[in-house]
């Protein structure tokens, strides 16, 4: 029978897992756990591929327990019956720790099963799932158990894996042979991935089965291997090159320029090559510095949108994206936040902007009055419609303009509005 590579290669020491560093780096809850080898009932939720059954087993071999696992898929109540049926014997002197995987997959009933062992701690119960446990597992479970989200693994640390692999693969299948690993092909097997590292090594696993050697007595794993294996070809992309920063450059400048067609056609290369990350962060960046105040309201939409894209994770991730982009691309457009933090921005940097009024300075201590502090503030709320004017900036920068309002409608409004205000004083 064969054994898939992600198996064979399934790390045995927390040091060799790849991601998941914001549980298991060091100093972090899950490792701490881990070393004091004290488990409570814990739940993984996250994706496949990215290490909950691998960290499970760590867990377990440093426990002592004797590890039982189960697929809620085609199990049983009867299966956790039997488990428990080993409990205080030789079979499992020390306790039982139980991992069930795709728990969301039991009923009701069948996850109530576990709680009278799970409150004695005759077992110990590892659940993962890649549903939102929160809407899965009843809250009987959940009160007993720590929730760890797993990440999708980014594909830097996917690459590692992949090294990894192919040493493997190399003394495994071609024991003689030079085996060489094209750059581009493991970035290529680690973004199409999506974060599943088992993915990636089950692609590359598939390239050496179809590479043929050369005469040379070397072994070549090419791109072009790499993207008949993932079915998927690799985009010019780079994500610390020229490409990465040309395809946001032309995503955001769409954006700006109103063109949804463009937007939409360049976050599907981004989308394409995987980069989740750098989507969501330009898109949020854009919601403030293009759209800015002529629609204050897009960037809470459209941060609701990127943590729906982060929850979901690719491919449905691209439907709140889509939603996002869409939104930004057809509202109207406003740079004057940014240009006004720049500008004051600018002045700290390079002119000496003199200190705070004294009127406006804290006074809330003993003794504020005789530095003068806040004697001569005005409350704004104390006069009509809550305005009344005094200076606020420093004395050497007092008439200094750094925001201007936009000519899009709701700036207009607001510029009406305080103008009304201001001229009727």
Same mark, same amino acid.
């Given at each position: 029978?064969?054994?898939?590579?992600?198996?064979?290669?399934?790390?045995?020491?927390?040091?060799?897992?790849?991601?998941?560093?914001?549980?298991?780096?060091?100093?972090?809850?899950?490792?701490?756990?881990?070393?004091? @080898? #004290?488990?409570?009932? !814990?739940?993984?939720?996250?994706?496949?591929?990215?290490?909950?059954?691998?960290?499970?087993?760590?867990?377990? *071999?440093?426990?002592?327990?004797?590890?039982?696992?189960?697929?809620?898929?085609?199990?049983?109540?009867?299966?956790?019956?039997?488990?428990?049926?080993?409990?205080?014997?030789?079979?499992?002197?020390?306790?039982?720790?139980?991992?069930?995987?795709?728990?969301? @997959?039991?009923?009701?009933?069948?996850?109530?099963?576990?709680?009278?062992? !799970?409150?004695?701690?005759?077992?110990?119960?590892?659940?993962?799932?890649?549903?939102?446990?929160?809407?899965?597992?009843?809250?009987?479970?959940?009160?007993?158990?720590?929730?760890?989200?797993?990440?999708?693994?980014?594909?830097?640390?996917?690459?590692?894996?992949?090294?990894?692999?192919?040493?493997?693969?190399? *003394?495994?299948?071609?024991?003689?042979?030079?085996?060489?690993?094209?750059?581009?092909?493991?970035?290529?097997?680690?973004?199409?991935?999506?974060?599943?590292?088992?993915?990636?090594?089950? $692609?590359?696993?598939?390239?050496? !089965? $179809?590479?043929?050697?050369?005469? #040379?007595?070397?072994?070549?794993?090419?791109?072009?291997?790499?993207?008949?294996?993932?079915?998927?070809?690799?985009?010019?992309?780079?994500?610390?090159?020229?490409?990465?920063?040309?395809?946001?450059?032309?995503?955001?400048?769409?954006?700006?320029?109103?063109?949804?067609?463009?937007?939409?056609?360049?976050?599907?290369?981004?989308?394409?090559?995987?980069?989740?990350?750098?989507?969501?962060?330009?898109?949020?960046? !854009?919601?403030?510095?293009?759209?800015?105040?002529?629609?204050?309201?897009?960037?809470?939409?459209?941060?609701?949108?990127?943590?729906?894209?982060?929850?979901?994770?690719?491919?449905?991730?691209?439907?709140?994206?889509?939603?996002?982009?869409?939104?930004?691309?057809?509202?109207?457009? $406003?740079?004057?936040?940014?240009?006004?933090?720049?500008?004051?921005?600018?002045?700290?940097?390079?002119?000496?902007?003199?200190?705070?009024? *004294?009127?406006?300075?804290?006074?809330?201590?003993?003794?504020?009055?005789?530095?003068?502090?806040?004697?001569?503030?005005?409350?704004?709320?104390?006069?009509?419609?809550?305005?009344?004017?005094?200076?606020?900036?420093?004395?050497?920068?007092?008439?200094?303009?750094?925001?201007?309002?936009?000519?899009?409608?709701?700036?207009?409004?607001?510029?009406?509005?305080?103008?009304?205000?201001?001229? $009727?004083?």
């Amino acid at each position: 029978m064969h054994t898939p590579l992600a198996n064979r290669m399934r790390p045995t020491r927390l040091e060799d897992v790849v991601g998941q560093t914001h549980l298991i780096g060091d100093n972090k809850l899950l490792r701490r756990i881990i070393e004091n @080898n #004290e488990v409570p009932n !814990m739940i993984f939720y996250g994706p496949s591929g990215v290490g909950k059954t691998t960290v499970a087993n760590i867990i377990a *071999s440093k426990t002592g327990k004797t590890l039982h696992k189960l697929n809620a898929t085609t199990s049983s109540v009867s299966d956790i019956k039997n488990i428990a049926a080993t409990l205080d014997s030789f079979l499992a002197p020390e306790g039982v720790l139980l991992y069930l995987d795709e728990i969301q @997959n039991f009923n009701k009933k069948q996850q109530q099963s576990l709680l009278e062992f !799970m409150e004695n701690g005759k077992i110990t119960l590892i659940a993962s799932t890649t549903e939102n446990p929160y809407f899965y597992i009843y809250n009987a479970v959940l009160s007993r158990s720590i929730v760890f989200e797993f990440k999708p693994v980014s594909a830097d640390d996917i690459i590692m894996a992949l090294k990894r692999g192919v040493e493997i693969l190399s *003394s495994e299948m071609f024991k003689g042979f030079k085996v060489e690993a094209e750059e581009d092909a493991l970035t290529h097997l680690a973004h199409t991935s999506n974060g599943d590292v088992r993915k990636a090594l089950n $692609s590359l696993e598939a390239v050496c !089965m $179809s590479v043929r050697p050369t005469e #040379e007595k070397s072994v070549i794993i090419s791109l072009e291997l790499a993207e008949q294996a993932t079915q998927k070809k690799a985009l010019r992309y780079d994500k610390d090159g020229d490409s990465h920063y040309d395809i946001l450059s032309a995503f955001q400048k769409s954006v700006r320029g109103s063109d949804p067609d463009a937007a939409i056609h360049y976050l599907a290369r981004l989308i394409s090559a995987g980069d989740l990350a750098s989507i969501c962060r330009r898109i949020l960046v !854009m919601a403030s510095e293009d759209i800015g105040l002529a629609y204050p309201q897009a960037v809470t939409i459209v941060k609701a949108c990127v943590d729906s894209a982060l929850q979901l994770g690719l491919p449905e991730a691209r439907i709140p994206l889509a939603e996002a982009v869409i939104l930004l691309a057809t509202s109207p457009k $406003s740079n004057s936040a940014i240009c006004a933090i720049d500008d004051a921005l600018n002045d700290i940097k390079n002119i000496d902007t003199g200190d705070i009024p *004294s009127h406006l300075k804290d006074a809330h201590y003993s003794g504020s009055q005789k530095l003068g502090h806040g004697l001569t503030y005005k409350y704004p709320h104390s006069y009509p419609d809550h305005y009344i004017e005094q200076q606020y900036l420093p004395d050497n920068i007092k008439d200094r303009k750094y925001y201007e309002f936009g000519d899009n409608k709701t700036e207009t409004l607001a510029k009406e509005y305080w103008s009304k205000i201001k001229q $009727s004083l």
